[in-house]
């Protein structure tokens, strides 16, 4: 081109200049392509179009100079062709204004559109959040009509030609009395119970009932058939069928009826029973079948009346005497053990909490007449206790071609003590005499891990030193003195009730405050007196009004006052204003590793509290952990606690069945290791959104149980390798062995690898910020609870005196 031929033009239109200013060469005209906006491709097609017709033109005509901020043309007779049309510099210089007018425009429209995107984009998080709102009030709704959905599967299934025997038997035990949501309104995981366990009935006399040899087979082998009972000791099983009683029913007669509590578990002898629900008949039930079983576990209602079709046999067995036998035999071996061990010189200094870990660790062998338990020589690692037979003792002496007898050793002595120390060679050899012993054994592996240092055995085993340093005490407050006068005058006619915060079998739970101060609330739990005689509950009432004025711990609701009248006893209590876990957790289904890791965390905060105080809780489950405000857990609820002695154990079916461990379960006695196995299943729950032993029945609930947690199909996509790995440690069969029971404590279940790196301090402290976090408008806000209508049915006056002193 001819550079004196050139001329200087500049462009009006701040766009086109700014556009110009960044080119340095031809290739730098390009138009980049159009922008997505969430997924909406805005392309404005006149513009891109023109723009490009633009670059086009520029690159055959225009050599750029960008100094001066101008625009250079070299030759302006040069033509070019667009389209069908042909341009020279003079019409492309008019033509620029319309194109940025057109631009412009396009820009206009493009703003336009990312404004009404943008608004549309708000919209739809608005539905979003409605859509959860509706969602949670959908499962709110589901979980009100659980029980009458269920209820009216089962009025359908009445209309089935047969039933089988088990299905039969499954229909007698489905519904538990202790307590019941009568009023329909949640179906969460219900609490059961016995009557707190007599340990009097120890002294009293079993009753033993004539029969045959075929009627005492025919009960064996009824009892072997049966999930549950085939469970049950072997001396149990003998004393069971000795004391069943005979009962029998003529043709016509009923022998259970529909909706009364029972008692009694029954095995058919002879003759022919009908099973029938609200007149619609299920089918037949012949010899040699188990029925009502549950009854003899805790109080239930019967939801099945069975009527005799022929003259019946049946032998019966008590609820009372089924647990005087399992209680007695259970305190008898175990009372027996501590002996043994007691005077075993190696357990001299253990306490007695200690030597009763061991005790629950033992386990059974047996050898026949002539097999050695222990060779001359040999390195060994187990302690023995013989518990029935004779055994002999020889020893090799030099010189002589046999070994020696050196002593006979019988029922109730023990040996190979030492090896528990470690690995020594055995210096003599024990041998069963005929025709045959059994021995109780104890390997150093377990004796290790409930004892811990070896070389410490002088010390005392006690913990009480040692896990005092685990959580400090909490430093008198100087409010308290001005806060327990205040509620030690407080009247119930000075509280007002705002809403109700939750129902069941019991009573109610109240939002309260006092002389109308909402800027102050509490809850006031009322619960029914005549219910609570009726179930026989006023020891477990009274444990729970003793023990929560005690406990003082930031993990525990706090218990203030308490009063009574004719129709209900109240206990005044810290609220919670964030609601249950329960609710939490069926709003999202489940949780992760991280959010389930906290609310356990604080869980075992509280349990390390209570055990240290000798407590055992025995009703652990979401149900029962409300949040704070600042989406902190604390227990609440203590209707099952109970404080223990030192190495003792307690007796009563207690618990919520899909959290109850097999000693419970198979009435072994039970003490806080019952804890660790209900914190397992708490795990579970948490990551699985449902506890992970469940059945309608809640014998095969149970049954599922005694199979133990190896039987689970656990990891899966929610429950990883090293979560599962801590259920199975806290849920072993034997409680001696569950991590938390040793010698470490709690401290064992802190260092297991799913806690690692987690903060315990800052959770101590309560630095570290909840994986939840509850919003909470003001005291009286209920938001994060369930609504509830008002309280139909007013119970009537009861007056027998037992609550005096409440």
Known sequence: MNNSAATRSTTGGTGIRNFFSKLRKPSDLQIPPAQEDNGTKLRINAAVTVGNCLCALLKLVWTCDVGGGGLLFESMAQKVQIGTRTYDANEIQKLIPQLEETIEKKERQIRQQQSTVETQLKRINELEKEVKTLQS??????????QKAQSVAALSNTKKASWGTEELRTELQQKAVLPTAD????SKKMAVSAEPANLDTQKATLQHHPKSAGSKQLIRD?????DFLRQLAKEQVIELVECMYEMRARAGQWVIQEGEPGDRLFVVAEGQLQVSREGIVLGKLGAGVVMGELAILYNCVR?????????VQLWVLDRSV????????????????MAFLSKVSLFENLSEDRISKIADVLDQDYYSGGNYIIREGEKGDTFFILTSGQVRVTQQIEDEPEPREIRILKQGDFFGEKALLGEEVRTASVIAINPGVEVLTLDRESFTKLIGDLEALNRDYGDSQRRATVVAPEPPSPKKTAQEKEFADLQLRNLKRIVTLGVGGFGRVELVCINGDKMRTFALKALKKKHIVDTRQQEHIFAERNIMMETRSDWIVRLYTTFRDAKY???????????????????????????ARFYVACVLEALEYLHRKNIVYRDLKPENCLLTQTGYLKLVDFGFAKKLASGRKTWTFCGTPEYVSPEIILNKGHDQAADYWALGIYICELMLGRPPFQAADPMKTYTLILKGVDALEIPNRRIGKTATALVKKLCKDNPGERLGCGSGGVGDIRKHRWFMGFDWEGLRSRTLKAPIVPKVASPADVTNFDSYPPEQDVPPDEFSGWDEGF
Do not use: P
Not at 137 to 146: A, P, T, Y
Not at 322 to 337: C, D, K, P, S, Y
Not at 583 to 589: I, V
């Open 222 to 226: 009824a009892v072997q058939k049966n």
């Open 569 to 595: 006893v109240y206990m005044l209590m810290e609220v919670c204003l964030g609601g249950e876990l329960w609710t939490t957790l069926r709003d999202r289904g489940h949780f992760d590793d991280y959010t």
């Open 322 to 337: 089924f647990q005087m036998i399992t209680m007695r035999l259970g305190m008898e071996r175990h009372a027996q053990l």
């Open 303 to 311: 939801t099945a009346s069975v009527q005799a079709l022929s003259d």
């Open 183 to 186: 009023d329909g309104v949640r």
């Open 137 to 146: 009030e959908c499962d709110k709704l589901r979980s009100v009509l659980d």
